[in-house]
């Protein structure tokens, strides 16, 4: 894992809870704050302001409340005025007005974003350079903004071109939910010249769909984006009352694990990586890289991380253009799948973003979820979309009410009469008993602005008037009418149409970019490039990797940590230095993987300098860095008389050899380790003997108690391993074993460790079914003829040839199947091809001997041999008792009976 680890603890399972510090806590409140400023000012008490006067120290002028009043104004400015975002539009005060100033020059047009810069100076005070940064940000998040020109890549961490350079207009997709002036909040600018928006009607999610970031004075936000589809379904989710989930997603694809995602709030994380692929056996490519870098810095991490010794490569290129591609060359030899590990543990292709929900309401902070911050957007958009509905209505209404009345005007000759009346108010006085009769048909009262407009109807308007036309028009808006009421009265249907024809209209090649899937932690030990040499001089106590006079012990990394067990029962872990002290008469040392669960210590101590003798088995885990433990009773003068180290919990069987004391019948007799349990560390252990030890031998080696283990084999380095990386094997007990063939013709059955060697012809290797048997088809050298045979492995952990060994014999194909096909395909010969033959090679030959030459295939030229899929069989299951790990629930205690002999005690 990269979160770094306490730099003294070993856990058991470690996490890293740790929290963003640079956070404003919610809780806390206005008094509180002033507390703490307060707390602050106390440091200034002893300096002073002196007024220029004679006698000085007369006048003193503390300024404790002027740190405290201007420092909370400076606060409140940053965070509501630069750095956090509103909740209502979810913009932040310079990305609201370059939208406002792009809509003031808006002509359907592209203008050059110094223009828009300059124009969005009148309402922002804080210099070009800030507004130009912060256009280039939403304008690479391709959604507000219509970009022309080199606005720089999010991919490779390329900056924009000048702004004299690049141009820009809003998007179709803007201009539909941005903006609507009738029902936005207007203020005045910093100026007091000119009006600008307080929130901008934004009728969707647009601050999760953008995501936001800012640092304030005591606070910061961390909003991740979201996809664009995702957040409208789950606006109509929230309308319709369903249950809905938000999962970030990012432009730079990438794969997530967002299983700790919090819905967004403080103490969440979200794990992103690169998608790495293996091209071939020396090379890698990276196609998608994580949030929050580029290809720049996530090269600079691979190489810093191959200067230090952590990862080898041999070279990386860069052919990034309008998608990622990255190759990591590698040295031969070199595990592909290990070093994908390794680049997820040291470098930039893995990083943790910890988010947190912080936004602006009723200039306020607020710590929200993502959840909550989408119900509010998508309940004020539908309130907004009520507004408009609301304005719309009116609107239609107005309109209807002048087109009712011009026509009542005009069909009723009120115009006729005009030069009857010399001023208006008179006038106004006959058309209003003029329209008295049909007060009941409108919408509302008749005032004197309608008036006046009736009157300046031009007189060719009214020659021309067509009454049908009229009544149309009428008929329309009332058609119109009846649309905005029944949407106003059925709103959430509505919201959810409006919500679906922007998923239809914009919604296109905006999918999901990000995988989300569960990432298993990478371990740094296992993956680390062990680049240096340990060593121990076990007399005077020392390891470390610059004793290079001393004994080598294996080769390690920086990171690595060392285990040590002394003869006086003392147990220490320590980090890998270049020489430490850890105790003197070491019995064993060795790389500590404080995960293994699996490497059990065997152990016989005598307690005291003449006490009775114990034995224990246990595990090391959760342990504390450079503190000594005591594995014996703690008596004074214990000492360890016998001690193995078992990486699979191998148990050996030892030989007792007693002195002779006393009346004692029985001086010698066995211990097998298999029957104790495994106990922790601090056991007393079971009682052996009381009386003084002569000697112990080993009589015979162990084999491992513990579940079977899965072995895996990575085909690049030939080699096994236990970390999951290559093929899988299969789960292999302590009397499993694996089967190698090579092409050659040699094979053999040996115990799967993981030190084993494998050969470059090697071609089969699995797991060894005794009763399985073992199919091939070979050219004999000596007889020129093609030969069949099946048979079993007779002899275990030797190699041996199973086709003749003349010089020119070859293996063809060989199967493990139980019911394998092969096909023969015929060499032509004068001109006549013969049709292929098909063998089922169970039915054509029985099993033999592991010696025999087997039967003649046939006389004839093959041109090739190949094998198909076997035929179907059922393999017959054997009943194996259930086993099941050993735990301190089922311990085992040892006794020695009246003749020294030990027994079995059940607890």
């Not at 011009?406 to 115009?415: D, P, Q």
Request: glycine share 6%.
């Amino acid at each position: 894992m990269k979160d770094e680890e306490d730099d003294n603890i070993i856990p058991d399972n470690e996490e890293n809870n740790s929290e963003d510090t640079n956070s404003f806590d919610d809780n806390q409140d206005e008094n509180e704050s002033e507390e703490i400023i307060d707390v602050d000012a106390k440091s200034f008490e002893g300096e002073h302001f002196y007024d220029n006067n004679e006698d000085s120290g007369d006048t003193i002028t503390k300024v404790t409340g002027m740190y405290k009043d201007w420092f909370l104004d400076y606060a409140s400015y940053v965070i509501l005025e630069r750095a956090v975002p509103a909740i209502e539009d979810g913009f932040k005060p310079v990305q609201r007005r370059i939208m406002h100033s792009l809509k003031e020059l808006d002509d359907g047009r592209y203008n050059k974003v110094a223009n828009v810069v300059g124009h969005t100076m009148q309402y922002h005070p804080h210099g070009d350079a800030s507004i130009g940064d912060a256009m280039v940000q939403i304008g690479q998040k391709d959604l507000l903004i219509d970009c022309q020109g080199n606005w720089g890549n999010i991919l490779t961490g390329d900056g924009a071109a000048a702004s004299r350079y690049i141009e820009a207009r809003l998007s179709k997709f803007a201009l539909e939910v941005l903006y609507s002036p009738k029902i936005t909040d207007w203020g005045v600018s910093y100026d007091g010249r000119r009006a600008e928006p307080n929130n901008l009607p934004v009728k969707f999610p647009l601050l999760l769909a953008q995501g936001a970031e800012g640092i304030a004075v005591g606070l910061s936000t961390k909003v991740l984006p979201h996809n664009f589809n995702e957040l409208i379904d789950a606006s109509i989710k929230i309308l319709k009352g369903k249950p809905f989930t938000l999962y970030p997603d990012f432009m730079t694809q990438g794969i997530a694990d967002i299983s700790n995602y919090n819905d967004g709030m403080r103490g969440g994380r979200v794990r992103v990586r690169a998608k790495i692929a293996q091209l071939d056996k020396n090379t890698l490519v990276i196609t998608q890289i994580p949030f929050s870098t580029n290809t720049t810095t996530l090269i600079d991490s691979i190489l810093k991380a191959n200067e230090k010794g952590k990862i080898k490569i041999k070279k990386i290129e860069d052919n990034t253009a309008a998608d990622v591609e990255i190759l990591i060359h590698l040295f031969p030899g070199v595990s592909p799948d290990k070093t994908i590990d390794a680049l997820f543990a040291f470098t930039a292709c893995e990083t943790s973003v910890a988010p947190l929900g912080c936004v602006i309401e009723d200039n306020k902070p607020l710590f929200i979820g993502v959840s909550a911050m989408l119900k509010i957007s998508t309940n004020r958009t539908v309130d907004l979309l009520r507004q408009e509905l609301e304005i719309q209505l009116e609107e239609l209404k107005n309109k209807w009410h002048f087109s009712t009345l011009e026509k009542i005007f005009i069909r009723e000759e009120m115009y006729i009469d005009f030069k009857l009346y010399s001023d208006r108010e008179t006038l106004y006085k006959y058309l209003y008993d003029r329209f008295e009769p049909f007060k009941k048909s409108f919408v509302r009262d008749i005032n004197d602005d309608d008036l006046q407009r009736l009157t300046q109807i031009p007189m060719i308007r009214i020659t021309r008037f067509d009454s049908d036309k009229a009544d149309d028009f009428i008929a329309k808006l009332e058609d119109e009418m009846k649309e905005v009421e029944y949407n106003l009265e059925n709103l959430t249907d509505f919201a959810i149409a409006y919500f679906a024809k922007l998923k239809e209209k914009y919604g296109k090649g905006r999918e999901r970019q990000t995988e989300l899937r569960v990432f298993d932690n990478v371990e740094a030990t296992k993956v680390v490039l062990r680049n240096t040499k340990l060593y121990v001089n076990r007399e005077e106590g020392f390891v470390g990797t610059s004793l290079k006079k001393d004994e080598y012990l294996t080769d390690c990394s920086d990171i690595d940590d060392v285990i040590v067990f002394l003869r006086d029962g003392k147990m220490i872990i320590t980090k890998v230095d270049a020489k430490t002290f850890v105790g003197k008469d070491i019995i064993h040392v060795a790389i500590f993987d404080k995960s293994d669960k699996r490497t059990i210590y065997n152990m016989m101590y005598r307690d005291g300098k003449s006490g009775p003798s114990y034995i224990k088995r246990f595990n090391v885990s959760g342990v504390t860095r450079d503190k000594a433990y005591d594995l014996t009773n703690e008596t004074a003068g214990s000492q360890v008389v016998y001690f193995s180290h078992n990486p699979n919990g191998e148990a050996e069987v030892i030989t007792i050899l007693l002195r002779q004391v006393g009346t004692i019948k029985k001086l010698k007799f066995d211990i097998d380790f298999a029957k104790l349990a495994i106990k922790g560390r601090g056991s007393k252990g079971n009682l052996v003997t009381k009386y003084p030890i002569k000697k112990i031998e080993l009589k015979e080696k162990g084999i491992s108690t513990l579940l079977p283990r899965k072995v895996w084999f990575d085909d690049t380095v030939k080699r096994l391993n236990v970390d999951a990386r290559g093929e899988l094997l299969g789960e292999f007990k302590p009397s499993d074993k694996i089967l190698i063939i090579s092409q050659t013709g040699k094979l053999k059955v040996i115990i799967p460790e993981l030190s084993t060697h494998f050969d470059e012809d090697m071609i089969v290797l699995e797991k060894w079914n005794p009763k399985k048997p073992i199919s091939a088809i070979y050219f004999d050298g000596e007889k020129e003829r093609y030969y069949i045979k099946r048979f079993l492995v007779e002899t275990e952990n030797k190699e041996e040839i199973f086709i003749t060994e003349h010089p020119n014999s070859q293996l063809e194909i060989v199967a493990t199947d139980y019911r394998p096909v092969a096909e023969l395909v015929f060499t032509k010969v004068k001109g006549v091809q013969k049709d292929n033959l098909y063998v089922d090679i169970e039915d054509f030959i029985a099993v033999k001997g592991f010696k025999a030459l087997g039967n003649q295939l046939t006389s004839d030229k093959l041109k090739q041999v190949n094998l198909l899929d076997p035929l179907p069989y059922d393999e017959p299951v054997e009943e194996v008792p259930e086993k099941r790990e050993i735990s301190d629930d089922d311990s085992v205690e040892t006794e020695l009976d009246d003749d020294g002999q030990i027994g079995l005690v059940l607890e």
